[in-house]
Protein backbone atom coordinates (compact mmCIF):
# COMPACT_ATOMS: atom_id res chain seq x y z
CA UNK A 1 0.00 0.00 0.00
CA UNK A 2 0.76 3.49 -1.04
CA UNK A 3 2.25 5.25 2.56
CA UNK A 4 2.06 9.41 1.60
CA UNK A 5 4.31 11.04 4.31
CA UNK A 6 2.85 15.38 4.64
CA UNK A 7 5.13 17.61 6.63
CA UNK A 8 6.17 21.17 7.26
CA UNK A 9 3.11 22.63 9.34
CA UNK A 10 2.99 24.75 11.93
CA UNK A 11 1.49 28.06 13.61
CA UNK A 12 2.07 30.90 11.43
CA UNK A 13 1.33 34.21 11.47
CA UNK A 14 -1.55 36.10 9.24
CA UNK A 15 0.79 37.50 5.99
CA UNK A 16 3.16 34.51 6.77
CA UNK A 17 4.57 31.73 4.62
CA UNK A 18 5.24 27.53 5.08
CA UNK A 19 5.96 24.96 2.54
CA UNK A 20 4.45 21.76 2.72
CA UNK A 21 6.34 18.58 1.69
CA UNK A 22 4.78 14.72 0.63
CA UNK A 23 6.75 12.02 -0.38
CA UNK A 24 5.62 8.04 -0.71
CA UNK A 25 8.38 5.85 -0.22
CA UNK A 26 8.68 3.59 -3.10
CA UNK A 27 6.71 5.48 -5.50
CA UNK A 28 7.74 8.19 -8.31
CA UNK A 29 5.38 10.49 -7.74
CA UNK A 30 5.97 12.56 -10.98
CA UNK A 31 4.61 9.35 -12.42
CA UNK A 32 1.04 10.41 -10.69
CA UNK A 33 -0.90 13.58 -11.32
CA UNK A 34 -0.84 14.65 -7.60
CA UNK A 35 -3.01 17.47 -5.39
CA UNK A 36 -2.85 18.89 -1.82
CA UNK A 37 -5.58 19.05 -0.23
CA UNK A 38 -6.81 20.63 3.19
CA UNK A 39 -9.84 19.71 5.66
CA UNK A 40 -11.03 22.70 8.19
CA UNK A 41 -12.80 21.61 11.07
CA UNK A 42 -16.15 20.88 10.56
CA UNK A 43 -15.33 21.18 6.50
CA UNK A 44 -15.46 18.74 4.31
CA UNK A 45 -11.95 17.64 2.50
CA UNK A 46 -11.09 20.09 -0.53
CA UNK A 47 -8.71 19.98 -3.29
CA UNK A 48 -6.44 23.22 -3.50
CA UNK A 49 -3.76 22.86 -5.54
CA UNK A 50 -3.38 19.85 -8.34
CA UNK A 51 -0.28 18.74 -10.93
CA UNK A 52 -0.54 16.80 -13.87
CA UNK A 53 2.21 14.43 -14.78
CA UNK A 54 3.34 16.96 -17.75
CA UNK A 55 3.76 19.85 -15.11
CA UNK A 56 0.22 21.69 -15.70
CA UNK A 57 -0.98 22.91 -12.47
CA UNK A 58 -3.80 24.34 -11.24
CA UNK A 59 -5.24 25.75 -8.20
CA UNK A 60 -8.96 26.68 -6.23
CA UNK A 61 -9.70 30.08 -6.29
CA UNK A 62 -9.29 30.96 -3.14
CA UNK A 63 -5.50 29.74 -3.27
CA UNK A 64 -4.41 31.01 -6.72
CA UNK A 65 -1.57 33.29 -6.71
CA UNK A 66 -0.69 32.88 -3.54
CA UNK A 67 -0.21 29.04 -3.26
CA UNK A 68 2.25 26.86 -5.72
CA UNK A 69 2.01 23.39 -5.85
CA UNK A 70 5.40 21.83 -7.72
CA UNK A 71 7.22 18.13 -7.72
CA UNK A 72 11.25 18.12 -7.29
CA UNK A 73 11.99 15.04 -9.52
CA UNK A 74 15.51 14.73 -7.66
CA UNK A 75 14.04 14.47 -4.25
CA UNK A 76 10.79 12.48 -5.02
CA UNK A 77 8.85 15.22 -3.15
CA UNK A 78 5.78 16.71 -3.63
CA UNK A 79 5.57 21.02 -2.54
CA UNK A 80 3.23 23.36 -1.82
CA UNK A 81 4.69 26.60 -1.14
CA UNK A 82 2.11 28.78 0.49
CA UNK A 83 2.25 32.20 1.08
CA UNK A 84 0.51 35.50 2.20
CA UNK A 85 -1.65 32.99 4.41
CA UNK A 86 -4.84 33.64 6.52
CA UNK A 87 -6.90 32.56 9.25
CA UNK A 88 -8.98 30.80 6.57
CA UNK A 89 -6.10 28.80 5.52
CA UNK A 90 -6.26 26.93 8.77
CA UNK A 91 -6.47 23.16 8.17
CA UNK A 92 -5.26 19.99 7.94
CA UNK A 93 -3.13 19.54 4.78
CA UNK A 94 -2.57 16.43 2.55
CA UNK A 95 -1.45 15.21 -0.27
CA UNK A 96 -2.70 12.10 -3.23
CA UNK A 97 -3.41 11.85 -6.12
CA UNK A 98 -5.91 14.15 -8.10
CA UNK A 99 -8.15 11.40 -7.82
CA UNK A 100 -7.60 10.66 -3.99
CA UNK A 101 -6.89 7.37 -4.84
CA UNK A 102 -4.49 6.03 -2.45
CA UNK A 103 -5.17 5.82 1.77
CA UNK A 104 -4.81 9.32 3.06
CA UNK A 105 -1.82 9.84 4.94
CA UNK A 106 -1.78 11.44 8.64
CA UNK A 107 -1.53 15.22 6.93
CA UNK A 108 -0.06 18.40 8.48
CA UNK A 109 -1.78 20.82 10.41
CA UNK A 110 -1.31 24.20 9.42
CA UNK A 111 -2.89 27.15 11.97
CA UNK A 112 -2.79 30.60 10.84
CA UNK A 113 -2.99 32.75 13.50
CA UNK A 114 -4.65 37.15 12.96
Known amino acids: QVQLVESGGGLVQAGGSLRLSCVAP????????MAWYRQAPGERRELVASITTGGKTNYANSVRDRFTISNNNAKNTLYLQMSRLTPEDTAVYYCNTDRGQWNWGQGTQVTVSS
Open 26 to 33: GIILRFNG
